[in-house]
């Protein structure tokens, strides 16, 4: 993370010691000395800053943490209560001819996908000629109910949903059923041209999904799977909208939970305290680090020079001499 031009700033015009440097050149301890007394002069300066912001980030933490801990305990209430509530009042939407038309045409149709769907697989079960399904034919119409069974769950389960995700679970059933329709009936043109084949192949082929002998395995395979699920998806469509016809005529008026409303209020102001903390902490730690590291220079600064004097006491040149003191950059230019 980069350091603050600020402290950067600070840091460059603070007060440099160079007593510290030469007392020091001759202890055999003297680059840990140096560095704990531009420590020492930093802190003088920066400390209380330095603690101030640990001890802003330390209580800004533990807000930060009891808030947190009011959102989980709000979304568990939001969790645990109802949005919306029943009234004793009902809504009574009288029957007319057109409706009661319309929820039998949709139960006639649906029982017609279910039967086609069940007599397909009745008819390939006992076309494998296992001995079990000719001695024992329930069992063989057991196994059958199997797209009874994938409509029944595909109904049920928006039973579970709320009305407005279960009106889209009903348009989403609808559209699948249309378009595995509309790839049946392209498999079905493919497979019958209407020139060779009777009306007792189409029927057997439809019920019974015989298609010619000319047609491939993985076809055939294809073409029962796809007529199995549109007549599932379909009845299930089907039924979803015979209940919600008859719902409409004996539905239970509900309204909105109060108490409800009021907690998703609080849990939306608790996010906004959070997302504020957070913002908050944030800048409190990068402060922090900001300081930390410009201490850590200021320190390099002192090491470096020090480093340096040495080298040029080694070195022995005395034609070498420090023109500019920078505690961030130390110039050396050769003198006379």
């Known amino acids: 993370m980069s350091i603050k031009s600020s402290h950067l700033k600070n840091a460059k015009n603070l007060y440099y010691d160079l007593s510290i440097i030469h007392s020091h050149l001759d202890d055999p301890n003297g680059e840990n000395k140096v560095a704990l007394k531009a420590g020492n002069i930093f802190d003088h300066f920066f400390g209380g800053e330095i603690a101030s912001l640990k001890q802003l980030g330390h209580d800004t933490q533990e807000e930060k943490e009891n808030i947190q801990n009011q959102k989980l305990e709000k979304e568990k209430q939001i969790q645990d209560t109802p949005e919306y509530l029943p009234t004793p009042q009902q809504i009574k939407v009288p029957w007319n001819f057109w409706n009661r038309s319309e929820i039998y045409s949709l139960l006639v149709m649906s029982l017609i996908f279910i039967g086609v769907g069940v007599s397909s697989v009745a008819s390939n079960l006992r076309s494998t000629g296992e001995a079990i399904f000719i001695e024992s034919p329930w069992l063989l119409w057991i196994m059958s109910s199997i797209p009874l069974g994938a409509a029944i769950i595909l109904k049920s389960f928006a039973r579970h949903m709320r009305p407005t995700i279960k009106h889209r679970y009903t348009l989403l059933l609808y559209v699948t059923c249309i378009v595995l329709c509309l790839i049946w009936i392209f498999l079905f043109s493919k497979f019958f041209n209407g020139l060779t084949q009777s009306v007792i192949d189409v029927i057997d082929a439809i019920v019974y999904a015989n298609l010619p002998n000319t047609t491939e395995y993985s076809s055939k395979n294809l073409f029962l799977f796809i007529q199995l699920s549109a007549e599932c998806t379909g009845a299930a469509a089907l039924w979803l909208t015979a209940s919600k016809i008859y719902e409409m005529h004996h539905q239970q008026r509900t309204q909105r939970n109060p108490f409800y409303k009021q907690l998703k209020e609080d849990l939306s102001k608790i996010e906004q305290e959070v997302q504020a903390i957070n913002n908050k902490l944030t800048k409190y730690v990068?402060?922090?680090?900001?300081?930390?590291?410009?201490?850590?220079?200021?320190?390099?600064?002192?090491?470096?020079?020090?480093?340096?004097?040495?080298?040029?006491?080694?070195?022995?040149?005395?034609?070498?001499?420090?023109?500019?003191?920078?505690?961030?950059?130390?110039?050396?230019?050769?003198?006379?």
Do not use: C, H
Not at 309 to 321: N, S
């Open 286 to 336: 990068n402060e922090l680090i900001s300081l930390q590291e410009a201490r850590k220079v200021y320190i390099n600064n002192y090491l470096n020079d020090y480093k340096t004097k040495q080298w040029m006491r080694d070195q022995k040149k005395p034609g070498i001499r420090i023109i500019d003191v920078n505690p961030l950059k130390t110039k050396f230019l050769k003198g006379e």
